[in-house]
């Protein structure tokens, strides 16, 4: 039943949210059946999420629009249930383990070949539009940020799991869906997934390269990927416009156009109408279902040339809590961030864990990524499903063989 649940929340992500809702609930239930409170109280790491989430539940009472407040509240609702829904989910056979593989892999390359698709039809349309930062149509619902954040954690969890897989065939197939995907990550040019996708190749041939039994194919790995992100800048057209769109928006910054037109741009803006908001009210926030409308205001007052349709939330999520909640609740969040660091544990998987809290850290500093639904499912389950990894290691179909870590 978990192992249901867990596929049929991959699917929901990227053809249906309401798929997505119920299983998750279908992963909590199952999960926490039977298991008393009591239990519950023992993992800090939701103790913590339901600090900071209950934070924004008392926002309520400065919160001057409930039907915002509410949707505010109601994506964060995971946070108080997959963390204890992982905790108390048994460890997966090699065979439940194999499964989740292919049906992660089939659901990834089919993303990929669905975003591919507009390209092939219409290419001089789409390259064309990456020098106006317009990126290739993706699912789920053309969340091409959260979506190329799925494919960088999905590459993870296939390198980490490829040296326990038993049949060539599927060894092979996984190697070959890593080489596709970190292509086609090139080619999509979402900034924020590149991004997570190169601190993954940092820290992996890091990793193997001060392996003694590793260390040459580490070395050769380092200069196989400088190699080709140069030659990627070089010759993938719709990363070629994606980086000269980033050195124009930067020239403009320092010749002092401050306006919303450019996206980086935008983020900067919004970063600096947050931090004076937090210094008004650096307790208790304007409160969750105020922070849209605060920050029109905070434009009106400061940055009115830009136009109401390009006026942001904090697209970083330590600010964005610090405005709906203040800072206590924002200190709150980043121990929350940090702690799974302090249980790492130093073994293969341990690595790889840390791997994926890097990565996932990514978003959290450019974009408000727990504010929306997919955001919290990304951020969550691949990063609970490493850590499921590195705390229970999964037993092969024999019970007393352990998949080595």
Known sequence: MALFAILAMLTGFFFSRAVLSMAM?????NALIGVHPKQWLKNRWWLLGMLWVGCYFLSWFWSNDPGYWNTRVQVKLPVMLLPLAFAFTPAFTYRQLKIFTMVLVFVLLAGAF???????????????????????PTLPENDHIRFSLAVTGGIIWCVYFIPQIRERWLKWLGVATVIFLALYLHILAAR????AFYIFIAFWTLYLSI?????LIGISLIVLFSAGAFAAVKFVPTLMHRVYYLKYTIEQ???GQR???YSDMGRVISYDIALRLIRERPLQGVGA???LDTMKRGYDRWYPQVTPDQRLIPHNQFLTVGVACGIPAMIIFIIWVVYPVWTIRRNRAGFFFLITWAVM?????????????????VYLFFLLWQYQAMRRPAIADDPKTKIQQ
């Open 289 to 291: 279902g105020n922070i």
């Open 211 to 215: 392996r003694k039994k590793t260390r």
């Open 114 to 136: 669905y975003s591919l698709s507009f390209l092939i039809t219409d290419p001089e349309h789409y390259i064309k539009g990456y020098m106006y930062s317009h990126v290739l």
């Open 259 to 261: 306006t919303g037109n």
């Open 253 to 255: 910054f320092r010749d």
């Open 361 to 377: 850290l990514i978003p959290l500093l450019v974009e408000p990524v727990l504010e929306v639904q997919y955001g919290v499912f």
């Open 192 to 195: 924020t997934g590149l991004v």
């Open 25 to 29: 609930m279908l992963f909590g239930l």
